[in-house]
């Protein structure tokens, strides 16, 4: 059959509060899930196309185009909830104008929203949880004219007004049994990772594993749960060798929710690396509670040029509340450890935690610009329905934003009791400035300046700097 799958235009609205730190975060890497429905169908003798209509900026006048001029028998659109509004609209718009094409959606919004469904008649299916295996069998009960109700993993609305779901599809238990994602369906060239996360070009980004064994409040886990499942180290290594030969890769982000659930994992990747001696330099995201300092020097030693540290908090008390399962004190040595080995740490934070205070952000920073942080990313706690957190908003604070489709991490959608909506937005512009202009973070960019490409993404890494103290300025309290 002919399918297209599409990653959706984000929404207007969410477009026009794109910052240069946000904006990175859909248009940094391939929307490598729908690269491995891509890869699955293709396989199985389908014709498969990919529309990123994000990165191409494509309004749905030029994407209604695209779809019309390859004739699709399936469109498929992956939601996540920033774009969900989007995604509605495309489906609408597609049914409007090729009645007889079947749009199924799937994704972690629609996976944690399958209510929507009842709303959106236009869509005739939503795939719920882990995708290939289902799209799969969709595509070749749709093909054979069979009945999908034997389908797993499946949710839709009948005549009669109510969400009928198929038996729950388990998950992949072998991941090595999957081709690598389809890539070379998508705009390639189109893809940049922020400024301070260049080392080489061209980078590419890859998951090693699914699901995540820990229990952080906030994560939305409803398409792989709390199932931590991995590809073996030889798939791995096998994955990089393709993505340096065929694409020229020179750096390779490793963005699982994290990396390092097991040092035997790490060890086992490592050893396939040095065996086929790889030129290649990676990043990955890590836990602080399982590094100790040997394997982090492993880990450099293999090509790791940065660990992304999952911190959120600097106050100890919140950290527990929000069960992240480490300490402030395990934080600030693996910290250490990583800066004097030169993996140049870069520290992932949140605020508006549901304890949160504004003494708690303030100690949030000041912990930050205590570590020896090359790096930061700040997010603003938003509460994705059907995780634990979404469960403790009235009893801790209030939504300031009631429609998900408006979500986003960078503007305030909860507001903890005891702080107001603009000291949120201006503790967030504030904790990048307090961060970034400190003598001690230049120098710590400056002494790694070794070419002109290294001057260019600098100045453009003043860019966001002058982004954030505009944003600071307008925000004052």
């Not at 069998?137 to 007004?161: F, P, S, T, W």
């Not at 994955?239 to 065929?246: T, W, Y």
């Not at 001057?455 to 925000?475: A, D, H, R, T």
Request: charged share 25%; aromatic share 12%.
């Amino acid at each position: 059959m002919r399918v297209i799958l599409i990653n959706p235009p984000l929404c207007p609205s969410i477009v026009k509060s794109l910052g240069p730190i946000t904006r990175s975060l859909f248009y940094n890497s391939a929307p490598l899930g729908i690269c491995y429905i891509a890869a699955v169908l293709r396989e199985d003798g389908h014709e498969v196309k990919i529309i990123d209509a994000a990165v191409e900026g494509l309004s749905e006048d030029a994407l209604l185009k695209r779809i019309r001029n390859n004739s699709p028998e399936i469109v498929g659109i992956t939601t996540v909830t920033v774009s969900s509004q989007s995604v509605y609209e495309l489906a609408k718009k597609i049914r409007s104008t090729f009645s007889t094409v079947k749009i199924i959606i799937g994704g972690p919004h629609i996976s944690s929203n399958p209510e929507d469904l009842l709303n959106h008649r236009e869509v005739d299916l939503a795939v719920i949880g882990e995708g290939e295996v289902t799209f799969k069998e969709v595509v070749r009960a749709i093909n054979k004219n069979q009945n999908l109700n034997k389908v797993e993993g499946l949710a839709y609305v009948n005549g009669d007004q109510k969400i009928y779901f198929t038996p729950p599809r388990s998950f992949i238990a072998d991941l090595d049994i999957l081709p690598f994602p389809a890539r070379d369906l998508v705009p390639v060239d189109l893809y940049r990772p922020q400024p301070n996360d260049q080392k080489k070009l061209p980078k590419f980004s890859m998951i090693t594993s699914r699901g995540c064994p820990y229990s952080c409040i906030f994560c939305d886990k409803n398409v792989f749960k709390n199932v931590y499942r991995s590809f073996s180290p030889s798939y791995i290594v096998k994955e990089m060798k393709h993505l340096i030969r065929d694409y020229k890769a020179r750096d390779i982000a490793f963005v699982d929710s994290t990396f390092t659930p097991s040092k035997n994992r790490v060890y086992g990747i490592i050893e396939e690396i040095k065996k086929y001696n790889l030129e290649v330099s990676w990043t990955c995201s890590v836990r602080v509670d399982v590094l100790d300092e040997e394997l982090l020097r492993a880990m450099k030693n293999a090509g790791c040029w940065r660990v992304r540290l999952g911190i959120e908090s600097g106050n100890d008390e919140v950290l527990k509340f929000i069960k992240k399962g480490i300490t402030k004190y395990q934080v600030e040595k693996v910290a250490n450890w990583a800066y004097e080995i030169g993996l140049e740490p870069k520290g992932f934070f949140m605020i508006g935690h549901p304890t949160e205070t504004i003494h708690t952000i303030e100690e949030t920073i000041r912990f930050a610009s205590k570590l020896p942080l090359k790096d930061i990313t700040v997010q603003i706690n938003t509460p994705i329905r059907n995780t634990f957190q979404y469960q403790l908003i009235g009893k801790y604070g209030k939504l300031a934003v009631t429609d998900s489709s408006q979500y986003s991490f960078w503007e305030p959608v909860f507001v903890p009791n005891g702080i107001r909506y603009s000291e949120l937005s201006y503790y967030y512009a504030k904790f990048y400035l307090k961060f970034y202009l400190r003598p001690i973070v230049w120098y710590r960019h400056i002494k790694d300046i070794n070419s002109l490409t290294d001057i260019v993404k600098y100045i453009k890494g003043l860019g966001i700097i002058f982004y954030f103290f505009n944003l600071w300025l307008k925000k004052k309290l």
